[in-house]
């Protein structure tokens, strides 16, 4: 099992980064895919999440309206497009993955859930 997050990067405050999450090893289609980050002496925190099928996606109040989650089950991949960059969006960002084909996360906040597999973080820094 891997989940391998990469495009994390320096951005400038108004800036944008696209990170990618790309899976192997699990029933990819059967899972719910979150985003995650964690800043220097802060708890981590739930950032986004998509359904297996797309049909959901769930963003955190601190990035809505600025990030946006997509999924491509082909390439078992998922998406993190961040635009309109904040200094406090620094932090390494984490792609994980929970069990989820009948929709049962998505009852609460579906970045609250115990994941079942985590991949290594991707630094993201925004400063000018």
């Known amino acids: 099992v891997q989940l391998q997050a990469s495009g994390g990067g320096l951005a400038q405050p108004g800036g944008s980064l696209r990170l990618s999450c790309a899976a192997s090893g699990f029933a990819f289609d059967y899972y719910a895919i979150g985003w995650f980050r964690q800043a220097p002496g802060k708890e981590r925190e739930g950032v986004s999440c998509i359904s297996s099928s797309e049909g959901m996606t769930y963003y955190a109040d601190s990035v809505k309206g600025r990030f946006t989650i997509s999924r491509d089950n082909a390439k078992n991949s998922v998406y993190l497009q961040m635009n309109s960059l904040k200094a406090e969006d620094t932090a390494v960002y984490y792609c994980?993955?929970?069990?989820?084909?009948?929709?049962?996360?998505?009852?609460?906040?579906?970045?609250?859930?115990?994941?079942?597999?985590w991949g290594q973080g991707t630094q993201v820094t925004v400063s000018s």
């Open positions: 994980a993955a929970v069990w989820d084909p009948y929709g049962s996360v998505w009852l609460s906040d579906p970045t609250s859930k115990p994941y079942d597999y």
